[in-house]
Each structure stands twice: as C-alpha cells, then as structure tokens.
C-alpha cells in the first residue's frame, strides 16, 4: 500500500462504473488520490481497495476499450 488511504477517508469521490445499472450485476467504483486511482467493490466496500498507478490504469482502461481483455 502506497498512502493510507481507505474507504472511509475523508475527501474520497467514489464514481460508479458507468455500466453499473439499478439491475444488479458487478459493480465497480474508482475514486483518484494524488497519482493513484482506487478500485473497490460497490457491493462490499468494506473489503479493501485495489491501487493501480495513473499509468496502469490509463494502459487498462486502453485494453479494456479496445476489448483486449
């Protein structure tokens, strides 16, 4: 772990992935702190975050547009 940063950090925008729906399904939120982005569940907060540099998740976002996955 890079920061102490963790899901009840003061000042933490999460975002829902835009492919959330009211439906159910997976579930993702990500919210930015400094050079870094964090990813969670949106269904179990509580069980942590991953951390991934601006530049890895800019290189996944990539991938996953081009459905490289």
Not at 18 to 36: I, K
Not at 45 to 57: C, D, K, N, Q, T
Request: aromatic content about 8%; glycine content about 8%.
């Amino acid at each position: 772990m890079r920061h102490e940063a963790t899901n009840e950090s003061p000042g933490l925008r999460w975002h829902k992935s835009s492919y959330s729906g009211g439906a159910g399904g997976n579930c993702v939120e990500v919210a930015a702190v400094s050079d870094e982005r964090l990813i969670r569940d949106s269904y179990q907060p509580e069980a942590g975050v991953l951390e991934f540099s601006v530049r890895e998740w800019t290189a996944f976002l990539a991938s996953a547009r081009r459905e490289d996955l």
